[in-house]
């Protein structure tokens, strides 16, 4: 079980966020609407803050709460890891593609990176043109497509060819080579 997170723990992360970002105890008092006095005793555990004065403190450091109230501060290094075997990824279909997703385990990526066979052979059979938020980057593995995204012509990348675009331009990839080609895609969560 979890050691229950007390007062001076609470005020040594926000000190420690604090700092990291630059900050004065009186620049993150006056951002997040508090008394410079309270703030330092925040900070040094000497006061509990309620549930209002966090939601302050974190709109004045510009974080969100799961950060603030997480296990390990900001600069903790992160200890992550997931292996996927050739193959052993979840398998999903759409119309112009097939897609494996990699690193399923894991929770909350920053990332979402996936291998993709691109299945539709013209952009009349891709369907519709999609747009979301985030950005993408595509390395081909193998075969050839052509990237269409808006507000740029059409570009043809072959194996070892990567490119990294805005995922709010509406995109589709195709493949042109003889059979469907596969490429390594990574892109931010929604």
Not at 94 to 115: H, Q, S
């Amino acid at each position: 079980m979890a050691e229950p997170v007390t007062a001076a723990m609470l005020g040594a992360r926000i000190r420690q966020f604090r700092i990291e970002l630059g900050m004065t105890q009186t620049e993150l008092a006056e951002r997040g609407g508090l008394s410079h006095s309270a703030l330092s005793k925040i900070e040094s555990g000497q006061l509990s803050p309620t549930f209002q004065t966090l939601l302050r403190i974190v709109q004045g450091l510009g974080v969100d709460m799961s950060r603030l109230l997480a296990a390990s501060g900001p600069s903790v290094k992160r200890m992550r890891r997931a292996v996927t075997r050739r193959g052993q990824g979840q398998r999903h279909e759409t119309g112009p593609y097939v897609y494996e997703t990699l690193a399923d385990e894991l929770v909350n990526k920053r990332m979402i990176p996936l291998v993709a066979e691109i299945k539709a052979g013209s952009i009349e059979t891709f369907g519709p043109v999609i747009a979301h938020p985030g950005e993408e980057v595509l390395y081909v593995l193998s075969g050839e497509i052509e990237l269409h995204t808006e507000g740029y012509a059409p570009v043809q990348l072959q194996v070892g060819d990567c490119a990294y675009f805005d995922s709010t331009m509406r995109h589709a990839c195709i493949s042109i080579s003889e059979v469907n080609a596969r490429v390594l895609w990574v892109s931010t969560p929604d």
